[in-house]
């Protein structure tokens, strides 16, 4: 009896090792993914300041004032670009964010800026505004432009996002958003952790993604793309962007130098609806990456979870357990380097946004350790997503494709 238990206990001891060396190997090839990323930002730079310059809308939605407007207007309106117009467009009438900008406007005569409002829509939001900004093309226009109003881009970022679309190959660029709160907050820095991560496949040209909030497609392209018919109806514009880029055989092109900064905080409600968001977008528009999503965080939290019973089993049977805990454990220092190897690359390609960056290390470390936790249970919470919260409003999201407004009552208002 007393061989068969040592046998029993050593089978589970071989067994715990195996699997520990298992996540250790994925951890080390989430350390080389961290590297690789690198490399894509060095590759990408070489485009940097290139020589293409077509003529560009800069189309800008709007929705009430976001913190620090008026100097993330101002950075849109001093761009180092010989040729753009920006086109506001807000979904009412009494939004007092175009009265905004049309003031800062004055200030920089050389880029014409012209307000619409978008086309009446029971849906409304950012995504008819954007819809709606396409029938006030002109034909002058040779790239069209989608920024959100909460970046503050440097000088050089039209520039360097339209590089890549000198490629006929290439059916968008863009860039993509790093959070610099004002106060370093354990939840703004989670929030800012959670959206790096998005990050680590920019390159990747499976998992690769359009992001709204900065990119730029030629206008040409537009019809080919049918952005007018897809953006009926669907509560995300970046992702359908991206599904419609994929579907022509045309490729997405991250450009490190259009990295640009958000300057927000958040509290825990704040991070926890806006990564609720991303994921249910995820899950309705990109289920990709959020398949990609739940096998990277299942290792991470798993094995941390099998750690501490290994540390329990060592307590109980023998020191012999630390050895698979502590291969169980690795994927807590490697989350760190990982995090901070995705941070320089990508500040090496925006030296503004680095110079922004002011966290001591110890802090945004916490921060990405945290993010798994907070995303496993996101996962969870958005496996079938009937709603989604956005600025202010409730949309039903039962079928991704004819997204209904709800209204205090709980009744859908029906979109064309």
């Not at 699997?19 to 990323?37: E, K, N, P, T």
């Not at 014409?112 to 409002?117: E, F, G, S, V």
């Not at 392209?221 to 509560?235: F, I, P, Q, S, Y």
């Not at 941390?304 to 994927?331: E, H, M, Q, T």
């Amino acid at each position: 009896m007393e061989v068969r238990a040592a046998v029993a206990l050593d089978l589970v001891w071989i067994g715990l090792t195996v699997l520990a060396f298992l996540a250790f190997l994925a951890s080390v090839a989430s350390l080389v993914q961290g590297i690789r990323l690198r490399g894509g930002v060095r590759r990408g730079m070489r485009l940097a300041l290139g020589a293409f310059l077509p003529s560009i809308v800069l189309i800008l939605p709007v929705r009430g004032l976001d913190e620090g407007f008026g100097e993330n207007v101002r950075a849109l309106l001093s761009q180092a670009y010989p040729r753009y117009r920006l086109l506001v467009v807000a979904d009412d009438s009494s939004d007092p964010a175009p009265a905004r900008i049309e003031t800062i406007a004055r200030e920089f005569p050389r880029v014409p800026a012209t307000k619409i409002l978008a086309d009446a829509n029971p849906l409304g939001g950012k995504v008819n505004a954007l819809r709606s900004a396409l029938g006030h093309l002109v034909p002058e226009d040779e790239v069209a432009v989608f920024a959100d109003s909460d970046i503050r881009p440097a000088r050089d970022w039209l520039r360097q996002l339209v590089q890549p679309l000198a490629d006929s190959t290439v059916g968008v660029a863009t860039g993509f958003r790093w959070y610099v709160p004002p106060r370093p907050t354990f939840w703004s820095l989670v929030r800012a952790e959670w959206n790096a991560v998005s990050a680590n496949v920019l390159f990747d040209p499976r998992r690769s993604f359009a992001w709204g909030g900065s990119c730029a497609v030629r206008t040409d392209r537009l019809n080919e793309l049918r952005l007018a018919e897809r953006w009926r109806g669907v509560l995300s514009d970046d992702l359908v962007l991206t599904q419609a880029v994929r579907e022509a055989g045309l490729k997405i092109a991250y450009v490190p130098a259009a990295l640009v900064p958000t300057y927000e905080g958040a509290n825990r409600a704040t991070c926890t609806e806006w990564c609720l968001r991303q994921m249910t977008m995820a899950t309705l528009y990109l289920p990709v990456v959020r398949r990609y999503a739940i096998a990277a965080f299942s290792v991470f939290n798993g094995s941390i979870l099998f750690g501490l019973a290994c540390l329990a089993l060592a307590a109980i049977w023998g020191v012999g357990y630390l050895i698979p805990a502590a291969l169980f454990f690795a994927p807590l220092p490697a989350s760190i380097a990982k995090a901070s190897l995705r941070r320089r690359a990508l500040f090496s390609g925006a030296p503004t946004v680095a110079a922004a960056w002011r966290v001591p290390a110890w802090r945004s470390a916490v921060a990405a350790m945290s993010v798994p936790w907070v995303m496993a249970s996101g996962l969870l919470r958005t496996r079938t997503p009937t709603t989604i919260r956005w600025r202010g409003h409730t949309y039903d999201v039962s079928d991704p494709r004819q997204v209904h407004l709800v209204d205090g009552t709980g009744k859908s208002e029906g979109t064309p």
